[in-house]
């Protein structure tokens, strides 16, 4: 069992508020998933000449200002460090790729949450309160954001293998379910030239669609794709750039609920995430169909 | 009437309440505010009491409910009314999964939609949906009334026993063992009766009735490709 929520905010207005909200929707899912917490938000943009980075290393104390000038020397790039906690956020004027090539040969200890123009990545062991607590998720603003609470059924219980999983620049999913053909698909990316960095199979489903995506699909078309190709149980929710998708198996097996207002679209596990947004009373509130994709992108 | 606030009391207070009730008791009208998706609540009633839940609740609402008489206005989560054994529980707006799971008796009004699996395994509960049901609705379902007023998702009444299911509006398709049946001015006249103590507004003669070929009750190597 696990918990999964998403907030896209369609008013502008509200975004100096995602954070405050997602925490609560976060936090609305500690008994489905009380053994880790991640999120992924949609903010702070870089220029384009720039790419931003989340890292994490289990060390608090773990030396990243000297990593963060060592890259910087290397490609004659500016290194911007914010840290929080055991992650850290680097803004590099450099292309994305050139710098997570560079992570992993000099430091292959450091693992990369997520890279893009706009999303971080955070996520860690514990209660979703200690998670949001620990990286100041209620200050966060930001256009939207996606989050996960697990309860780890197919592998261990670590940092790395919480959600959400990144497989592409700004875009990440969350998973409830478990697949059953993830060993082959697993294989057949690995042939395209994913690497993979943990056993789970959700990693599996993310590296999937940012393969579709990569192909030249549509958000929508990716999510098609996934129905024939992915067996098992699962509700999805993913973020990209500019985009928020839902989709469920045709069992729909695992739960899901959609609210949507003229400021937002919320989903979560269970209407008990959505219960206190603001004006949820009013909002259209459904279930999400089995085998029908769901996507908003931003005007 | 008895205002219970859940933002001010858990549900494990307002559930034990009802519980403690004595069989004569005078509090008989509950009015429950705030639910905000609260999981078993009011479940495991045994008194005729009215309690009227005024939102959205979570899993289980109104399960295993005998003699009381249940509103929920709002939409509800999985198992609304699971194993009723007798009373009435009515959903003003959406059900979930597994709407009315193992009814025994009771009748079970849905006001909107149910999603899939409504009525699986029922038992003897009467549901009446005034919109439209997810797939393998009244999977096993043993005896009881199935009432749909819209659609039916695929694989209505899978494997089922002597459950009788109404359907107005289109059946995507028909489970293993289910097939249409023959609608008798005797099955108008019941389900005119039941759309009626729904209070659902409906012609009973627009409804087509299914129920059990009875070819599974049996294992028969000829039907071997059904199992």
């Keep these: 069992m696990c918990g999964i929520v998403g907030l896209f905010l369609k008013n502008p207005a509200l975004r100096p508020q995602l954070g405050r909200h997602l925490s609560t929707m976060l936090i609305g899912m500690t008994e489905r998933g009380p053994d880790s917490a991640g999120i992924a938000v949609y903010h702070k943009p870089v220029a384009a000449s720039q790419c931003k980075l989340t890292l994490f290393h289990a060390d608090p104390h773990y030396h990243w200002r000297a990593v963060g000038g060592q890259m910087g020397e290397d490609l004659s790039a500016e290194v911007d460090i914010e840290v929080k906690a055991n992650h850290v956020v680097f803004t590099v004027t450099s292309d994305e790729a050139t710098v997570r090539h ?3 040969e000099h430091h292959p200890e450091v693992r990369i949450m997520g ?18 607590d620990k990286y100041s998720v209620r200050a966060m ?7 996960h609470t697990r309860m780890a059924t197919e592998s261990a219980v670590t940092t790395e293998h919480s959600h959400p999983f990144t497989a592409a620049s700004d875009m990440c999913l969350v998973h409830n379910g478990s697949l059953s053909n993830h060993n082959n698909l697993r294989k057949w990316l690995h042939k395209r030239g994913h690497e993979f960095e943990t056993d789970n ?13 990569d192909e030249g699909a549509t958000l929508p078309e990716a999510l098609e794709a996934g129905l024939r190709d992915l067996d098992g149980f699962y509700t999805f929710t993913m973020g990209t750039r500019d985009g928020f998708a839902v989709l469920r198996d045709g069992i729909a097996c695992k739960p899901a609920v959609l609210a949507e207002t003229d400021d937002y679209v919320a989903m979560a596990s269970e209407f008990r995430s959505l219960a206190n947004l603001p004006g949820v009373d009013k909002a259209t509130i459904w279930e999400p169909k089995p085998a029908v994709v769901y996507t908003w992108s931003l005007q | 009437m008895i205002t219970v606030d859940l933002a001010a009391e858990t549900v494990r207070d307002l559930n034990q309440r009802l519980h403690d009730l004595p069989a004569d008791t005078n509090e008989r009208a509950w009015r429950v505010v705030n639910p905000k998706g609260a999981h078993a609540l009011v479940a495991g009633l045994d008194r005729p009491v009215d309690v009227l839940i005024e939102g959205h609740v979570g899993y ?3 399960g295993m409910n ?4 249940v509103v929920i206005d709002g939409h509800c989560g999985v198992g609304v009314a699971e194993n009723i054994m007798s009373g009435e529980v009515r959903v003003k707006g959406n059900a979930s999964q597994s709407a009315g799971a193992s009814g025994q008796g009771g009748l079970l009004v849905i006001e909107g939609d149910a999603s899939a699996r409504c009525g699986i395994s029922m038992k003897g509960v009467d549901i009446v949906v005034g919109g439209s049901v997810g797939h393998m609705s009244a999977f096993m379902a043993q005896t009881g009334n199935l009432v749909v007023c819209g659609d039916a998702g695929q694989s209505l009444g899978d494997s089922i026993y002597e459950a009788k299911l109404y359907v107005q509006g289109k059946v995507e398709s028909l489970g293993a063992d289910c097939i249409e049946k023959a609608m008798t001015p005797h099955h ?7 759309l009626a103590r729904a209070g659902v507004k ?3 003669n627009k409804f087509k009735r299914y129920g059990s070929a009875r070819k599974l009750y049996h294992f028969h190597v000829d039907h071997a490709d059904a199992y």
């Design chain 1, 201 to 213: 199979d959700s990693e599996v489903a993310a590296r999937y669609f940012a393969q579709r995506l």
């Design chain 1, 102 to 104: 560079w992570i992993k």
């Design chain 2, 66 to 69: 005998k003699h009381a008489s």
């Design chain 1, 141 to 147: 603003e930001g256009s939207h954001a996606i989050g």
């Design chain 2, 202 to 204: 409906g012609d009973p």
């Design chain 1, 115 to 132: 890279y893009g123009q706009l999303m971080e990545v955070y996520k860690d062991m514990g209660l979703p309160a200690e998670v949001v």
């Design chain 2, 188 to 194: 108008v006249e019941k389900l005119g009766r039941l």
């Design chain 2, 60 to 62: 289980y609402c109104a």
